[in-house]
């Protein structure tokens, strides 16, 4: 049974950090492209940030490039989304999922097999 599970999730104000972590199991991390998505009520879920199952590849929305960081370590199975210069607009659920197709960075949900519960993320003014 695969699982993917969020943490890292909380309140904090404009200009701040929060690291996200995303562990897996249940699957063959190592072979599967991961992302993160976020998603605020009567929204559809929007792309974040992408990194290839070898490391060697990343992809970023625009609003968050600079910004916000994707890593992975294939040895724990976890990827994580270290987020700095925090704004109001980036509140909303984060959520992490895995796609298997592998071949290129997958910037929609529908590429992705499966998902995490998400966790939230607040940012106040």
């Known amino acids: 049974q695969v699982q993917l599970v969020e943490s890292g999730g909380g309140l904090v104000q404009t200009g701040g950090s929060l690291r996200l972590s995303c562990a897996a199991s249940g699957l063959t991390f190592s072979r599967y492209t991961m992302g993160w998505f976020r998603q605020v009520p009567g929204k559809e879920r929007e792309f974040v940030t992408a990194?290839?199952?070898?490391?060697?590849?990343?992809i970023y929305e625009a609003s968050v490039k600079g910004r916000f960081t994707i890593s992975r370590d294939n040895a724990k199975n976890t990827v994580c989304l270290q987020m700095n210069s925090l704004k109001p607009q980036d509140t909303a659920v984060y959520y992490c999922a895995a796609d298997y197709s592998g071949l290129t960075l997958s910037q929609s949900s529908r590429s992705y097999d499966y998902w995490g519960q998400g966790t939230q993320v607040t940012v106040s003014s």
């Open positions: 990194i290839h199952w070898s490391g060697g590849s990343t």
